[in-house]
């Protein structure tokens, strides 16, 4: 029944209230003001989103569309003309070893960031969810990091992890351990670029989460403590549970954040564009020197669309495992939408089967009504 | 209802206007010139080109019809990243500057630029001219400054090393070639066990310097980095050096600059513009001081120009003030102010050039000593489309043995299958 009021106004002689069949209303002359109100309420609210939209379109979907055009060419920026070339910017992105390793360090820097993030953030949030006094200093100062720019953040760390006048090797050398090589070393340039990562975005998840926190409601706790539960079997069985959907928000602006990242990199060292060896050439970064270092916009533009296909593949998998776990949380109905239709489905046929058969011939008007007005567009399909 | 279509109508109207605004704010400026005769002209530079208000408003009073306006872009990458989006289109100052490391791709773009008018391409030295003039014999930049490079060292750590300390025997010591320089610097290391230079890749950029064609082909433009002997002896003299006398330090990195004051190496390549980089970041290390000497004859590292795009609002104008702002007058002044060494012939027997000494290097008599400097270059090598990218690639090779990533071989297969994937 509720699919009614939702579904696309297909034919304009459809009356906008849903109960009842049409036959039953005598037709009467519709006045002007009756129609421009009913304009209002069908078109103000997209009149309302369309500045969004328009902008959208504007600095959103045109340049996307117009990167898939100039990917497919050998671009001149400056006499902004090009030659066709089909898919040879695509092949040769995808052949050069530099590409697999902009994606290997990717996806190093973006799990060595996010996960211990995600851990610390939840702690955090937890330990801040606790009854301490001062509370909204100790949540500001948690998002202080935040607040400040991300090339600034670089700098610092980058001068910290200086090879060998840097602040972490000669504290490493004073307690008597080698020094590590932060720009010759993969890994470790991954750790340090991690390390800038998590410095800014750990405070942000941690209010994110503790605002999920301090909506569980505390009657759980309540009867929790008065079960006798620890407060670390509070967290496991009701905290951690409780936060799944706003996790789930969490991981996806992180993954999205994270496959995206450019400025740390980018301010790693004096060069920026990824070290000697590739040891720290994100795939953005690789991107930016294509286009604006050896302005070859046709083979960035290419290499923007690989990057933007790995994110939407990774975030059909995000959402195919949001869906999985939020089901049984928030959903209104333990049925999913799938199967919801597919119990609709089931019931109309056994219906129609019945009508054609000639046992419910008799059936009340109303309640086969508005099914068949649900069933046509269906039918149609 | 009335009344919600009234706001309805208000909601549209300031969606719309918000739209507005925003397409406004990307839109440029609006012309500058205007009917009166007065006109505004706009001079993009980036770093510090010594173009001080003051030396502005000198052309303003000899010019009451025009006001002159500075923009300066932090780095010269920063300017290069606007310059190319803006080239041809609309958005560019009046008057341009540009570095030499971007100028070659500049070069495939000089009919975009103004010519700069006959007769005042003497005033600059000839590979100064022969750099910016394109195929068709156009002359497209107005040169600023050079970088004739001597050797700065730092004469406390000579002293202790028992080499000589003054700059003059500092000079006799290390004339000669490149085989020299690493000759002195095998002894200065087994004395002291610290480095003699700081990077392979800063001393790699002295000795290219020097190599008429290094990369490209000058007259078919054709890539011949990988097959170039001279390239391949340069690349082993410079890293067998490198294994005990550099710092390995690579230049710019914040290691780097520590290293200046620190005294983690005993000499750097020199261009004159590197003075000020070593005073402003060295400050109260009293031991540094330049030599009039450089390995192998002269050599020049960066230096700039000045354009003009051709579809500029007030081409004649900018050509006038571009004109002003390179006569050797007004470039000694940026001397002084900033440490842009002149690329004018004339400046070079002019008193406030020669004359001039720098306090932070124990007093040494720099105008003089870049002026001889500038004199010993000899060779303009050629620099084209791929240039940058080939160079590029090069300095990360030099840096993979350095950091220890791969051995010698290993890198060079490496930055020849790079070079292989470019173009």
């Known amino acids: ?127 801040l969810d606790q009854n301490i006094r001062a509370k909204t200093f100790w949540r500001m100062g948690v998002l202080l990091p935040y607040v400040m720019a991300p090339v600034a953040v670089a700098l610092i760390f980058s001068n910290m992890f200086g090879d060998k006048y840097g602040l972490v090797n000669t504290t490493l050398a004073d307690l008597g351990i080698s020094p590590v090589m932060w720009h010759s070393d993969a890994f470790a340039s991954h750790i340090a670029i991690a390390t800038m990562v998590n410095f800014r975005w750990t405070g ?81 970064l690789y991107l930016y020197d294509i286009g604006w270092g050896q302005w070859n916009f046709g083979r960035a533009a290419a290499l923007a669309w690989i990057l933007f296909l790995i994110i939407l593949a990774i975030g059909i998998i995000n959402l195919l495992v949001t869906r999985r776990v939020v089901r049984d949380e928030g959903a209104r109905s333990s049925l999913g939408r799938r199967e919801q239709r597919a119990a609709a489905r089931a019931a109309r046929r056994d219906l129609r089967r019945a009508a054609s058969s000639g046992t419910l011939a008799d059936a009340p008007e109303p309640e086969s009504a508005p099914e068949s007005a649900t069933d046509t567009p269906e039918a149609q399909r | 209802m009335k009344l919600s279509r009234r706001t309805r109508a208000i909601a549209a109207v300031a969606g719309a206007a918000s739209i507005a605004i925003i397409a406004a704010g990307c839109s440029p400026a609006a012309d500058s010139g205007s009917e009166d005769g007065t006109v505004e002209l706009t001079v993009a530079t980036f770093n510090d080109f010594g173009y001080t208000d003051e030396l502005l408003q000198e052309y303003m009073d000899e010019n009451p019809n025009v006001t002159v306006v500075q923009n300066k872009a932090a780095t010269s990458n920063d300017a290069r990243a606007n310059y190319f989006q803006k080239l041809g289109k609309k958005g560019l100052a009046d008057v341009e500057a540009i570095e030499v490391d971007w100028l070659p791709e500049v070069m495939q773009y000089s009919d975009l630029l103004a010519e700069v008018p006959s007769g005042t391409a003497d005033r600059w030295l000839d590979w100064k001219v022969d750099a910016a003039t394109d195929a068709d014999g156009r002359l497209i930049g107005y040169g600023t400054d050079i970088g004739p490079e001597g050797v700065c060292y730092r004469s406390d750590l000579f002293a202790a090393a028992g080499l000589p300390t003054d700059r003059e025997s500092v000079a006799a010591l290390l004339e000669g070639d490149w085989a020299k320089y690493f000759e002195v610097g095998a002894q200065y290391t087994a004395t002291t066990g610290t480095a003699w230079f700081d990077s392979a890749g800063g001393t790699y950029q002295g000795m290219i310097n020097q190599v008429e064609a290094a990369y490209e082909d000058p007259d078919s433009g054709d890539l011949i980095a990988t097959d170039n002997a001279e390239v391949e002896d340069i690349y082993n003299q410079v890293l067998d050096a490198s294994a005990a006398q550099s710092a390995h330090l690579g230049q710019w990195s914040d290691d780097w600059f520590a290293g200046l004051s620190n005294g983690a190496y005993a000499t750097m390549l020199c261009p004159g513009w590197m003075l000020g980089v070593i005073s402003g970041n060295a400050e109260g290390v009293t031991g540094w001081d330049v030599a009039n000497v450089f390995p192998n004859g002269g050599g020049n590292w960066g ?45 070079y027997s002019d008193e406030a050039l020669t004359g001039f000494v720098n306090e932070y290097f124990n007093n040494a008599p720099v105008g003089q000593i870049f002026t001889d400097r500038a004199k010993a270059v000899s060779v303009a090598p050629f620099k084209g489309e791929f240039y940058f990218q080939v160079n590029d690639a090069m300095q990360k090779a030099l840096t993979r043995v350095e950091d220890g990533t791969q051995d010698k071989q290993a890198s060079w297969d490496q930055w020849v299958s790079e070079v292989d994937a470019i173009g």
């Not at chain 1, 706790?221 to 706003?246: C, H, M, N, W």
């Not at chain 1, 994270?258 to 994100?282: H, K």
């Not at chain 2, 230096?303 to 004109?323: F, I």
């Open chain 2, 303 to 347: 230096g700039s120009y000045l354009t003009v795009p051709a579809n500029g609002a007030n081409v004649e104008e900018a050509q006038k003030l571009a004109d002003w702002l390179t006569a050797p007058e007004q470039q000694i002044k940026a001397f002084v102010n900033a440490g842009t060494f002149p690329s004018q012939n004339d400046a």
């Open chain 1, 1 to 127: 029944m509720t699919t009614t009021a939702t579904a696309p106004p297909s034919s304009a002689e459809r009356p906008d209230a849903p109960a009842g069949p049409p036959s039953q209303r005598t037709p009467k002359r519709i006045a002007f003001g009756h129609r421009l109100s009913r304009w209002d309420l069908k078109l103000s609210p997209y009149l309302y989103i369309s500045p969004f939209f328009i902008l959208f379109l504007v600095v959103g979907l045109f340049p996307i569309a117009y990167t898939a055009v100039i990917s497919f060419m050998d671009w001149d920026l400056v006499r902004n003309s090009g030659t066709f070339i089909g898919f040879d910017q695509y092949v040769y992105v995808l052949t050069q070893p530099k590409f697999w390793i902009a994606l290997r360090n990717t996806f190093s820097i973006f799990l060595l960031s996010s996960i211990p993030q995600l851990i610390l953030a939840i702690f955090i949030a937890a330990m």
């Open chain 1, 204 to 284: 942000y998840n941690t209010l994110i989460l503790l605002a999920a926190m301090q909506a569980i409601p505390r009657d759980y706790y309540e009867a929790a403590a008065i079960d006798g539960a620890s407060k670390f079997r509070q967290f496991t069985a009701i905290t951690v549970p409780s936060l799944r959907p706003t996790l789930i928000f969490v991981i996806i602006t992180s993954t999205i954040g994270g496959l995206q990242i450019f400025d740390e990199p980018r301010m790693y060292d004096q060069y920026g564009t990824g070290g000697a060896d590739s040891q720290w050439l994100t795939i953005t």
